[in-house]
């Protein structure tokens, strides 16, 4: 297939990385267009007011890459009608570092918003997220974004679930379906992980902010949310403490349906 992939993380991000050289190799046509600087939840944020710059760069993926000096919305909008020579048949966004499970973090998710973007535009659209422990985040921040060897056997196994299923959901998706499919993977992903369908968890977010401070301002402050949901159907967060990859089907023109 012929793949436009984006993320949030930003271009430098080793989760983009392994996802786009899995995908090239399993024979796709891949295009990437990626943040410039890391874009975390910034939801489906645009631009507006000011120029975004985009940039053609080598960054060994084995395809061709630019960077874009603005949001994971920005990038898929700005590639789809000004980089790509042709229309790509999907657009693919992740993997996010963290996980994008419940509604909470679905909503406000770049990862998400830039395949929403790729849904908008007609096209069958994927997200795709990793799910980590506080203690691996924390430890892949401390080291610059550069994975130790545990996580990099986690991720590459997760890459090529990702690049096998996601290929697999854009097929078999129809154009103008308004679909997003949106898969988390496990911590720890083995190559025997299994997919399980999902609903996102109803997960609230109290609390995200600070106090005000001396100064007047309030600082953001990551949680992991207050699960809400019922015992039954299956969700996202549900799905990944117990080690299944969650696939969860966002059906955009199901809205406001009664």
């Known amino acids: 297939m012929r793949l436009l992939v984006t993320n949030d993380d930003g271009i430098e991000s080793v989760f983009l990385?392994?996802?786009?050289?899995?995908?090239?190799?399993?024979?796709?046509?891949?295009?990437?267009?990626?943040?410039?600087?890391?874009?975390?939840?910034?939801?489906?944020?645009?631009?507006?007011?000011?120029p975004v710059h985009s940039t053609k760069a080598d960054w060994g993926l084995g395809c061709p890459t630019w960077v874009v000096d603005g949001t994971p919305s920005d990038s898929v909008n700005i590639a789809l009608d000004h980089l790509l020579p042709m229309k790509p048949e999907a657009v693919l966004s992740g993997i996010n570092i963290g996980l994008n499970a419940g509604?909470?973090?679905i909503l406000g998710s770049g990862t998400v918003a830039g395949a929403s973007e790729g849904a908008l535009h007609g096209l069958p659209a994927v997200a795709l997220s990793q799910s980590l422990s506080v203690a691996m985040y924390d430890e892949l921040k401390a080291g610059g974004g550069r994975p130790t060897p545990e996580l990099l056997a986690l991720l590459r196994a997760s890459a090529k679930h990702g690049a096998?299923?996601?290929?697999?959901?854009?097929?078999?998706?129809?154009?103008l379906s308004f679909i997003v499919h949106n898969l988390n993977f496990p911590f720890p992903c083995t190559a025997e992980s299994e997919v399980r369908r999902t609903v996102?968890?109803?997960?609230?977010?109290p609390g995200l902010f600070s106090p005000q401070a001396a100064d007047g301002t309030h600082s953001f402050v990551f949680k992991i949310g207050r699960d809400t949901s019922p015992e039954a159907p299956l969700t996202d967060r549900a799905a990944l403490e117990a080690g299944f990859i969650s696939h969860t089907v966002l059906d955009f023109?199901?809205?406001?349906?009664?």
Request: glycine share 6%; aromatic share 6%.
């Open 17 to 50: 990385h392994e996802l786009a050289r899995e995908l090239v190799a399993a024979g796709h046509e891949v295009f990437v267009a990626a943040p410039k600087v890391e874009q975390s939840w910034t939801g489906a944020s645009k631009s507006r007011h000011r």
């Open 103 to 105: 509604l909470g973090f």
């Open 164 to 175: 096998r299923i996601a290929a697999a959901l854009a097929a078999r998706t129809p154009p």
């Open 200 to 205: 996102p968890a109803r997960v609230m977010f």
């Open 253 to 258: 023109s199901k809205l406001g349906s009664i």
